[in-house]
């Protein structure tokens, strides 16, 4: 088009100005997350030896708090608080950019052997739960605290990484993934090899509200069982042929074509089987196995591996005390196998609806008589979570979420392609006691 004259036919003119601005933070909390407000921070310890050439305990520590905000750049829901919408009975969302906690501290008469080693006593249970913030401290609390807490201490020959973390806003996948992504920084990585997803509409956008109690205390005021029982937690190592001895004894007289027990199944039946004789149970007496379910690959579409926030359902299976202990292990292990299986898409959103048409906050109680339930999973790379000084000596749960019952499994020290699971467990001290000396059970010593 030609111009005439400086025509005006050809002139720009400005009709507005505005500044752009990345989009907010906020992350509305799916209803996958709601039923964790009530539990407490999921802690993890982490215990490291540090080699001469490794750097000193500050200089370690700096470049670890480093890579900890670049990290939270990336998970920046960790950086944020709790807040509700329109006050008691909205909706529940993450917001802000207020940080995490960073706590330094010092056992320096301690070294990792006595926490790592196979002959922990009480006193070194004891001294392991200083070593991690924010012991019992419900997850309600984030309203007002960080979502994660860090105490870097030094040892006498090294440096425990305790790490406590808010479950209603990340499942035990995201934790590792965070986890491993932070130590991916800490070693020099420009950014983490897997970036976390964070639209939690993917997994479920109905919008919940929740009255929420005044205080953790209030909460627990309210469980029909009563204030909490003395409980004793244990490791139990079970090397990679043990774990193979059972998973053969449970799938030894499998008919022809039938689908064969898992490592998990078979190990789980092995546990629950135990514990049931351990605390005595009548043939009447009914008790239930929970498993936390990663739900991920069970939504219909699935769900990245990626995805970063809560996406876990208890799958439950009771029976009598003398229906489990009376059949062979594969009849247990196949009540887990069909429990497991029958937990599909639809399944899943079952759950979902009946939780959203009558939201709960919930107790331990809640997971049902004489439980044994089971959290974490040793496919999670614990022993991967290299900071730059080498792989940890041992990966540790904290005293949070311990409840009669209560089962962590972790690759053996060896790694997840080491084939053994240590299996971390709680227990009223007389069970726990009759347990430790059933060879049934144990065909190891337990740390």
Known sequence: MAVENGSAAMAVTVTGTRTVAPAKTKVTLATFDLPYITFYYNQKLLLYRLAPGAGDFQDVTARMADALGDALAYFYPLAGRIRQEKGDGGALYVDGEEGAEVVEAAAEGVSVDELAGEACGEEAERLM????PYTGVMNLEGLHRPLLAVQFTKLK???????????????????WHFMTSWAELSRGGAAPSVLPVHNRSMARSVRVGLTLPASAEAHEA???????????????????????????????????????FSTFQS???????????????????????????DCRARLDPPVPAAYFGNLIQAVFTGVPAGML???????????????????DAAAVTRRLDEYEAAPKLFHYSDAGPNCVAVGSSPRFKVYDVDFGFGRPARVRSGGNNKFDGMVYLYPGRGGANGGGIDV????????MQNLEKDDQFLQVAAA
């Open 129 to 132: 739960q200083q070593l991690i």
């Open 157 to 175: 020959d090294g440096l425990a990484v305790g790490c406590a973390f808010n479950h209603a806003v990340l499942d035990g996948t995201a934790t």
């Open 222 to 260: 309210t469980d029909p069982n009563g204030p909490k029982k003395p409980l004793v937690a244990r490791v139990f190592s079970f090397p990679e042929d043990t774990v193979a001895r059972i998973k053969a004894a449970a799938n030894a007289v499998l008919p022809p074509g039938a689908k064969p």
């Open 267 to 293: 190990l789980g039946a092995h546990i629950w089987r135990a514990v049931s004789r351990a605390r005595g149970l009548g043939p009447a007496d009914i008790t239930v196995f929970a498993v936390f379910a």
């Open 325 to 343: 202990l009376g059949g062979p292990p594969e009849l247990a292990a196949g009540m887990l196998q069909k429990a497991i299986d029958e937990h």
């Open 424 to 431: 971390e467990l709680a227990l009223q001290p007389e069970p």
